[in-house]
Every structure is written in structure tokens, then in C-alpha cells.
């Protein structure tokens, strides 16, 4: 299934919108280099990726024909969200990836992240998961559930 999901590069530009799309469950790559010829080799490398960028240039040049390369065209978070759901179908789906490191989470038990969650949150909530690299724990809400009802999506918040 993780198969046939949209694989992304986002470009300097659009480091919020990378954080977004790996909480969605999309797999984003986001360096923080600039270089039009660099992304251009990565994505050649990696055809499975769709380069997302707001640099009409490289959107355009010809070695990302044939739907390498998206334009983004907004600079608003939700509007750059509703492009990405329009273009690619996205849809927020679990697991999510970590928003820092781009791997898996991981389910855990609510009694192993004792030590790493606030009280009111392991009161509160039944559902936790843990990224295998930098070992952040996530849970359902959180901070973020302001934009998930301004999206109309229930998505994950970050620990
Ligand atoms: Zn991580």
C-alpha cells in the first residue's frame, strides 16, 4: 500500500509544508539546501519523488517534464495543503512519519512513554507512537487540533 502513496521532495521553501505532509503519513524529503541543480539530481535519482517547489523555473525546466516537479503556488500553509489534496489525492492517513526525521512511527504502549509525556496528555489519551530515529513521541491532537479543525482534518499533534 505505502507503495502506490505520493513520495515528495519539498524544496528550501516549503519546510512547514513538509512537516504537514510527513504528519499526514507522506513520505517528504526536506534538505536544507537550495541548489536547483542539486534537487534536480535527487529527483532524477529517485523517481518516485514529485519535487515540490515554488520556483517557477525549476518547476519548468525541462529535465522535470513529465510530472517530476509540482508548483506550488501559494505561500499559505491550508491553501498549499488544498493543492497537494487537489494534485495528489492526499489524505491524512496513519502511521504518520516523524515531522523532524521523515521515518515511520512506530505504535508503543502508553506505559513505556510515561517518562516523555506530559500528565494530562497520558490521562487524556489512549494512542501513542514513537519515532524509530530521534525517538519523539506523538499522540493524537495537541497543539495543533486549531488547525486541524481550520482544515476539517483529524490529524496528529507532536510531542
Ligand atoms: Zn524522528
Known amino acids: 500500500m505505502e507503495q502506490s502513496l ?11 509544508l513538509a ?33 515540490l517547489t515554488r520556483d517557477v523555473e525549476l518547476a519548468t525546466t ?49 506505559e513505556r512513554v510515561v517518562d516523555a509525556v506530559p500528565q494530562y496528555i497520558l490521562l487524556n489519551r489512549d494512542s501513542f507512537w514513537r519515532c524509530p530515529l530521534c525517538e519523539r513521541v506523538y499522540w493524537e491532537g495537541t497543539h495543533q487540533e486549531g488547525m486541524n479543525r481550520f482544515l476539517g482534518y483529524n490529524i496528529w499533534g507532536e510531542a
Not at 505520493?6 to 512547514?16: N, Q, S, W
Request: glycine content about 2%.
Open 62 to 110: 525541462p529535465l522535470l517534464a513529465d510530472n517530476k516537479a509540482f508548483l506550488v503556488k501559494s505561500t499559505n500553509l491550508a491553501e498549499q495543503i488544498e493543492e497537494l489534496r487537489t494534485a495528489f489525492s492526499i489524505a491524512p492517513r496513519k502511521p504518520a512519519m516523524c515531522a523532524h526525521c521523515n521515518r515511520r512511527l512506530v505504535t508503543v504502549e502508553k
Open 6 to 16: 505520493p513520495r515528495f521532495l519539498a524544496d528550501v521553501m516549503l519546510g512547514r
Open 19 to 51: 512537516r504537514w505532509l510527513r504528519i499526514f503519513g507522506y513520505d517528504t524529503a526536506y534538505l536544507h539546501r537550495s541548489e536547483d541543480d542539486f534537487l534536480i539530481y535527487l529527483i532524477l535519482e529517485d523517481p518516485k519523488r514529485t519535487l
